[in-house]
């Protein structure tokens, strides 16, 4: 059960678990808004974004030598609230203390990936509009904020891959621009993980997924954003944007230069057909590759202004295409593989009229080939919205008669992330569900 109770800074220790604050969580260096406190500079961050007041859950933290105090943590506490302003009751860690990684729980890895994923859209707005501003690069250590966010990621994804999936189908069109970029990104780290790429380049994946659009800061908006066709002359100006994104990328210090390299590079084709039409696909990255095929499946699922986002299922059958004469074929087929025929985050209609959306793949060792996902069943055979979402098994063996009848486009169907994102619990519950086959109910 949890037990949160409001500290004074002064009091705040390395090891309590922070659920709150007096000061917007986005505004602060955090990645997410429920946090441990692993070390001292922690601490001293939230002093210095001017936080004066946490909440902390004493149920989940986990204080260091505890047994120095003779009290009960929850009674110290308490004892320290009332005697805030007393200096013997000061917290006693000392710099080179340290909490080491807490095992995190699927559900709260979601979470927290979730609160990630907010705050790096956030974040890459106030930077993408610094920069169409005409402000300053970043500094180095706007550079080390992007480092460990993106570090984050891949330790949250490592422990739930699926999750990463998941949240890159958060969108809203109003911040598209922003929220393509941290999409591109989740699934890069996807993949950087799927293929088992050295642990220390998995961030580096991410960073180039984040900022492969980067260019996109000197298009004027109403170019960006132009529901019509765009003129000849708007579309040189929209094929600028992987040199500019290249020169602005080389200039910030601390920046690996692949980053840069994947920007200037992630509209060439293999035909020829991309942009800038002087760079040649076989000089291309496997980083930018892969960035190429992810920065089209986004593209292609997520809504626009001035259209619907494409299913899943069909977007991957679309970059299939593609691969004959524009991607990297290989790649292509690691990225189907990985996402399945039914990737995390479709919307199915099954034949029973009941509509769900894919939170889960199981993969069965002994049968690779049998495709054994859950829904988070969302609409019953008459198209009801149901109260209380149910999570569902199913298994089918390709072969047998598919047990999808159509695949919707989520937001013609009235299929609201944000509602999503509250049954997480049923999405890592969804693991425990018991397989159809083998229930001869
Ligand atoms: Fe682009
Ligand atoms: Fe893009």
Redesign the pocket.
């Known amino acids: 059960m949890s037990k949160e109770i409001s500290i004074p800074i002064e009091n705040l220790r390395i090891g309590h678990y922070v659920v709150g604050m007096d000061k917007n969580w986005l505004e602060t260096p955090f990645m997410t808004h429920r946090f441990f406190i692993h070390r001292k500079d922690e601490i001293d961050a939230l002093r210095a974004s001017g936080v004066k007041f946490l909440t902390v859950d004493l149920s989940r933290s986990r204080l260091l030598h505890p047994e120095k105090k003779e009290q009960h943590p929850a009674q110290k506490e308490q004892a320290d609230q009332q005697k805030s302003s007393d200096e013997s009751n000061a917290p006693d860690w000392n710099s080179s203390e340290r909490l080491e990684e807490v095992t995190i729980p699927e559900f709260e890895a979601a979470s927290l990936l979730a609160d990630t994923h907010v705050r790096l859209v956030h974040q890459y707005k106030k930077l993408f509009q610094s920069l169409k501003n005409g402000k300053d690069t970043p500094s180095a250590s706007d550079v080390t904020f992007y480092k460990n966010a993106l570090n984050e990621v891949a330790r949250l994804g490592r422990s739930y891959p699926d999750a990463l999936l998941f949240m890159a189908h958060l969108q809203s069109t109003d911040d598209e621009t922003y929220i393509h970029s941290v999409n591109t990104m989740f699934l890069a780290i996807y993949m950087a993980i799927t293929k088992n790429v050295p642990q220390e380049e998995v961030g580096i994946w991410g960073m180039c997924g984040l900022f ?2 980067m260019g996109k800061c000197s298009i004027p908006a109403m170019i960006l954003h132009k529901k019509e066709p765009l003129t000849l002359g708007e579309w040189d100006i929209i094929k600028s ?2 040199s500019v994104g290249e020169e602005i990328l080389k200039t910030w210090n601390g920046l690996p230069p692949i980053v840069a390299k994947v920007a200037g590079e ?2 060439v084709r293999k035909n020829g057909k991309g942009y800038p039409d002087q760079r040649l696909f076989i000089t291309t990255d496997t980083i930018t590759r892969a960035v190429m095929i992810l ?1 089209t499946f986004d593209a292609l699922t997520a809504d626009r202004s001035y259209r619907a986002g494409m299913p899943p299922p069909k977007a991957l059958k679309l970059i299939a295409q593609m691969a004959q004469d524009s991607l990297d074929t290989q790649l292509v087929a690691q990225v189907i593989k990985a996402m399945g025929i039914y990737p995390i985050g479709s919307v199915l209609e099954l034949g029973s009229g009941e509509v769900g959306v894919v939170i889960r793949h199981h993969i069965d060792q002994d049968n690779r080939n049998q495709q054994n996902f859950s829904l988070l069943m969302m609409k019953d055979e008459n198209g009801a919205h149901l109260r209380k979402p149910v999570a569902r098994k199913i298994t089918w063996s390709p072969g047998a008669p598919p047990p999808v009848a159509r695949t919707h486009n989520h937001s013609a169907w009235g299929i609201d992330w944000t509602q999503l994102r509250e049954h997480l619990h049923l999405w890592t519950d969804a693991r425990e569900l018991p397989d159809p086959l083998s229930d001869p109910g």
């Open positions: 492969h659009d944007h992987p992630h509209h920065d």
